[in-house]
């Protein structure tokens, strides 16, 4: 069986790939897979890395309105598409999968010219233009948010690294907490703010420092690996306060912690409740609204708080965040509802459809 994944740009849209070609892996280790994406995306460092064949197309980002840059889409398109057909003849491809984004869209029209069975996969609530044309072109759609709307959409959750997915926090907690030089007795405030960091959320929470380290409260701060903390931070016995460029092993960042201050997208949301870790979700303040869509079911069961970007200032930090840390009733009681949300095997419930969509077209054809 030969898959290829289209899932490239951004995380959001690499991780659940990737997380679903474990899976595949897992179901059957003689499954071929191929990824396609372009130079310009995460891809080219994060698909090699797990150990894949990364297959290029040209980019073909598509403009969100009617503007002159549309003109020049079709040539380009039509040059994407044959790439992407391209590979897939290549490959022998049985099946495409795609998770949405620009590279998305030409594997998806590559894949009808080719008469390949097509998966899609939606992790957002209001999917993007690449996913809305997919679901026209295929029965099997499957979606990451339970309120997602497309054609023949059957709800099935964001494939999760097992990394992250199979993590017992709570046994791994001191361990993850000395790992990273932290008390293994104190409550544990994680801020990050995706792959690069988010400066609204970086100046907040370090002007907050004092306050936290006043209530008892040690933090493990991933500024981005373009920002600098220019802050003084309290120094001497007491809470720590550790900031870090970039952290790649969350799987550990999670287990260390009690709770979370970040955004909220799709793949956030999805691996906070994975590991029943409750958060202060700060949506991102750009874009079409999807990120307060993402964290709005989770806050309504009890999982997590929201604030406003413009909201989000120290002194909200100390009278709004401060008092719920130093309630660890209420703390374990809003983790139980995080884990109570939470669809930690997605990634095996996506391959195995994938599978027998493959068999049946197999048996059909």
Known sequence: MRV????????????PALALADALRREDPGIGITCLGTERGLETRLVPARGYELALIPAVPLPRAITP??????????????????????VEADVLVGFGG??????YLGARRRHVPLVVHEANPRPGLANRLGARLT?????????????????????????????DRLSM???????????TD??????FGGSQGARSLNRALLGAAPYLRQAGVQVLHVVGPKNTVEEPLPTGRGPQYVTLPYIDRMDLA???????????????CAELTAVGLPAAYVPLPHGNGEQ???????VQAGAGLMVDDADLTPDWVRDELVPVLADLERVAAMSDAAARMSRRDADVALARRVIEIVRAGRAGG
């Not at 620009?102 to 594997?107: E, L, N, S």
């Not at 907690?173 to 790992?179: E, H, I, N, Q, T």
């Open 102 to 107: 620009y590279v998305a869209t030409p594997a």
């Open 173 to 183: 907690g001191d361990k993850a907490r000395a790992y990273f030089g932290l008390d």
């Open 139 to 167: 029965d099997h759609v499957f979606t990451g948010h339970p309120d997602a709307v497309l054609p023949h959409a059957e709800y099935i959750g964001i494939p999760l690294r097992r990394e992250i997915a199979g993590i």
């Open 254 to 268: 999670y287990a260390a912690a009690d709770f979370a201050v970040c955004r909220a997208g799709a793949m956030t």
């Open 186 to 191: 104190r409550p544990t405030l994680l801020v």
């Open 69 to 90: 840059r549309l003109l020049a889409v079709p040539g380009r398109l039509a040059g994407a598409i044959n790439a992407a057909a391209g590979v897939l003849d290549r």
């Open 292 to 298: 307060k869509l993402n964290a709005m079911p989770i």
């Open 4 to 15: 290829v994944l289209a899932g490239g740009g951004t995380a959001g849209h690499i991780e």
